[in-house]
């Protein structure tokens, strides 16, 4: 029987992290699992976030919640159902491009509150730790 993965919301980690680490944990060797301080830590760590001790108790609790749904879901006989990763049918529903006029970059330079020749210049907002 395959086994589920969920992609579910917290307010303190991006949710393409908690997928990763749940298909980790939900290979087909997956006997069960209990969500620890290390495990808080390493997702904020490659979250490349800090969390004092009642966020990552809070954190513990709502993965562990849905870790149990997962186990939970584990239970249903899924044989012949396709995988979806959409609910919907309908992927890239977008509008045709069209061409629209738009400023010239002197005009645009001419709001910049500083710039360089031909360029705006911006603060430095990324750093390396």
């Not at 980690?13 to 290979?27: A, D, E, K, R, V």
């Not at 709502?62 to 959409?86: A, Y």
């Not at 045709?96 to 210049?121: C, H, M, Q, T, Y």
Request: charge should be negative; proline fraction near 5%.
């Amino acid at each position: 029987m395959p086994k589920f993965s969920i992609l579910a919301s917290h307010p303190f980690i991006p949710n393409h992290l908690i997928l990763w680490q749940f298909n980790l944990y939900l290979s087909d060797n997956y006997s069960g699992m209990t969500v620890t301080n290390e495990l808080v830590e390493k997702i904020a760590n490659l979250a490349r976030l800090e969390f004092d001790a009642a966020e990552t108790e809070s954190i513990k609790q709502d993965l562990q919640k849905m870790i149990s749904f997962v186990e939970k879901l584990n239970e249903l006989d899924t044989t012949g159902i396709e995988p979806q990763l959409h609910m919907s049918p309908e992927l890239n529903v977008l509008r045709e491009d069209e061409v629209k006029g738009s400023i010239s970059r002197e005009e645009a330079l001419l709001n910049a509150p500083v710039r360089s020749d031909r360029f705006f210049v911006v603060p430095k907002v990324i750093t390396r730790a």
